[in-house]
């Protein structure tokens, strides 16, 4: 069965830094999306993307944030300046035109801790 | 806005116990109702859904059922096994709107 990949499953960074985590969506989906759950709470809606440009994004997803689809295979969520909040789990989620939300396909997801 | 809410874990349970995982919703119109859950390692996945009042979803043994004059979508199973370990997650998505998902209940099922 087809799977959304997301890499690194861990990333440990420290405050300040620059982080990309990456995502590989299945192959013919064109709506890409980002959640992400700080421990303990709610998962959260950051950002949808559909023909290389953002549909939708929540109030969390400031100038901080930003995604790219470099390769045609790639999506990438970067976080220019990380600071220790944005620890959390992040998912990268998937779906197909013509497919409702119940649709997605959700990666394993990348654990990011900022020191 | 919309939100969920569902009950805290973690919820520890022997092999073959009833489970009932509660879960209210807000929603300003008719939402689609949806339970996910993910196993270790691995992403989330759709267990069951219902789009309108009154509508049972079930799979694998998991049942809920869509009650709008409570607001809520209980997930339940009367006989979990030890596989069924994993945090559920109830969720909602009002037309095309992204997904709004509460904050999981992890389960452990103990043989």
């Known amino acids: 069965e087809p799977e959304v990949t997301q890499t690194p499953s861990h990333q440990v960074t420290q405050m300040g830094q620059e982080v990309i985590l990456r995502c590989v969506p299945i192959s013919n989906h064109l709506y890409f999306y980002w959640y992400r759950q700080i421990l303990g709470q709610k998962v959260e809606f950051l950002v949808s993307?559909?023909?290389?440009?953002?549909?939708?994004k929540s109030e969390i997803f400031d100038d901080q944030f930003s995604v790219e689809r470099p390769d045609g295979s790639n999506f990438t969520l970067k976080i220019r300046s990380t600071k220790l909040e944005d620890s959390a789990m992040y998912f990268c989620?998937?779906?197909?035109?013509?497919?409702?939300?119940?649709?997605?396909?959700f990666g394993s997801g990348t654990q990011l801790s900022v020191l | 806005g919309d939100s969920v809410t569902q009950m805290e874990g973690p919820v520890t349970l022997s092999e073959e116990a009833c489970l009932t995982i509660n879960c209210t919703y807000t929603a300003t119109g008719y939402p689609s109702l949806f339970w996910y859950v993910q196993y270790p390692g691995e992403g989330l996945q759709l267990l069951l859904k219902?789009?309108?009042?009154?509508d049972k979803g079930s799979n694998k043994g998991f049942e809920a059922t869509y009650r709008k004059e409570t607001t809520s979508f209980h997930l339940e199973k009367g006989s979990v096994q030890v596989s069924d370990s994993a945090v559920y997650f109830c969720?909602?998505?009002?037309?095309?709107?992204?997904?709004?998902f509460g904050k999981g209940t992890r389960l452990s099922v103990i043989a």
């Open positions: 969720a909602l998505s009002e037309r095309n709107t992204p997904l709004v």
């Open positions: 989620a998937s779906r197909a035109v013509g497919t409702q939300g119940e649709k997605l396909f």
């Open positions: 993307f559909y023909n290389n440009e953002i549909s939708e």
């Open positions: 219902a789009t309108k009042a009154d």
